[in-house]
């Protein structure tokens, strides 16, 4: 088990641009989530998934954002047309149980 | 989720016992307590959970009120690694997201 892991762990973008984010869960956890984290900030909810199923999605997943989990194995977030308040760190998590999450360490996006 | 108030940051020597307290006073019958950390530039990690017994784990003890409107997070010898952000977390009954709020930031000290 190498636990959750993220690509890239840096992306750095010009403004307009669109990106993506790649998570690949602990193979047996069914729950996925995505969360951003600005500099001195709590990690903030994004979206979650219940296998392959999008099931909750914060305001704060603007119609910029789309995520997918295909056959509930690996996500994506994907940011279209960026901006510079989307600067943040982006932070994957599964679990099989509510609260027992296990994080990746995160891609940090810079939009210039 | 219950609201939680937690200190903004605490110090404490190497070696020492670290405390750390979480005010949950809106906390439900059915909601659970949840402790997580933050190492700078690191995604957070799980610590420890409970409903109301006390627990421990090889990380840190969990101390619950018998009220339950407030708990105490215990790291028995803080180490220099031990320093990061702590977040104390009551996600509402059969909710589906953990959410975090400033933490305590605790910083131990040689």
């Known amino acids: ?112 | 989720d219950a609201k939680t108030t937690q200190p903004p940051s605490m110090d404490c020597a190497e070696g020492r016992a670290a405390n750390l307290p979480c005010n949950h006073s809106t906390i439900s019958g059915n909601e659970y307590v949840y402790w997580y950390r933050q190492i700078h530039s690191q995604g957070p990690q799980y610590i420890i959970h409970g409903l109301k017994n006390n627990e421990t784990n090889e990380m840190a003890s969990l101390i619950i009120t018998e009220d339950r409107k407030s708990s105490t997070l215990i790291l028995p010898h803080a180490t220099l690694r031990d320093t990061a952000v702590y977040y104390c977390i009551v996600p509402a009954y059969n909710n589906n997201d953990m959410r975090f709020g400033a933490g305590t930031r605790l910083t131990v000290k040689p």
């Open chain 1, 1 to 112: 088990d190498t636990g959750v892991s993220q690509n890239p762990r840096h992306k750095i973008t010009k403004r307009g641009q669109n990106v993506t984010f790649r998570c690949d869960p602990i193979s047996e956890h069914n729950r996925l989530y995505w969360y951003r984290q600005t500099l001195g900030q709590g990690p903030e909810f994004l979206t979650y998934f219940q296998n392959e199923a999008q099931l909750e999605k914060s305001r704060l997943l603007s119609d910029r954002f789309s995520a997918e989990r295909p056959k509930g194995s690996f996500s994506t977030l994907e940011i279209q047309r960026t901006e510079q308040g989307d600067s943040a760190m982006y932070l994957c998590a599964s679990s099989l149980f509510q609260g027992g999450y296990t994080f990746g360490s995160g891609t940090r996006l810079t939009v210039v």
